[in-house]
């Protein structure tokens, strides 16, 4: 069974910084995209930032210059940097892991970041 573990939320001031990270187990297939999503109260689920397994990444414009993602594909593991965080980046932050093969997509728990003002 595919399990997706997240860390490395919590509570931080505006311009702090956190380190987000997420270890997927249990499958033995290619793990091709890996990438982090928010949902803040209220709004729907969107994409923060996203990394293929060649290191193609893509963000959200709200992020951009200020989050960065990386991944670690012998350990299955994604992180997500983020710097200079404002209290409009207070959400709960999931982590999502496409296998291709297997057209299928697997989530997270999720983890709360929540920053003050």
């Known amino acids: 069974q595919v399990q997706v573990v997240e860390s490395g939320g919590g509570l931080v001031q505006a311009g702090g910084s956190l380190r987000l990270s997420c270890v997927v187990s249990?499958?033995?297939?290619?793990?091709?995209?890996m990438g982090w999503y928010r949902q803040a109260p209220g709004k729907q689920r969107e994409l923060v930032a996203a990394?293929?397994?060649?290191?193609?990444?893509n963000y959200a414009d709200s992020v951009k210059g200020r989050f960065t993602i990386s991944r670690d594909n012998a350990k299955n593991t994604v992180y997500l940097q983020m710097n200079s965080l404002k209290p409009e980046d207070t959400a709960v932050y999931y982590c999502?892991?496409?296998?291709?093969?297997?057209?299928?997509?697997?989530w997270g728990q999720g983890t709360q970041v929540t920053v003050s003002s």
């Open positions: 999502n892991a496409a296998v291709l093969l297997k057209a299928a997509n697997y």
């Open positions: 249990g499958t033995t297939f290619t793990i091709n995209v």
């Open positions: 990394i293929s397994r060649g290191g193609m990444t």
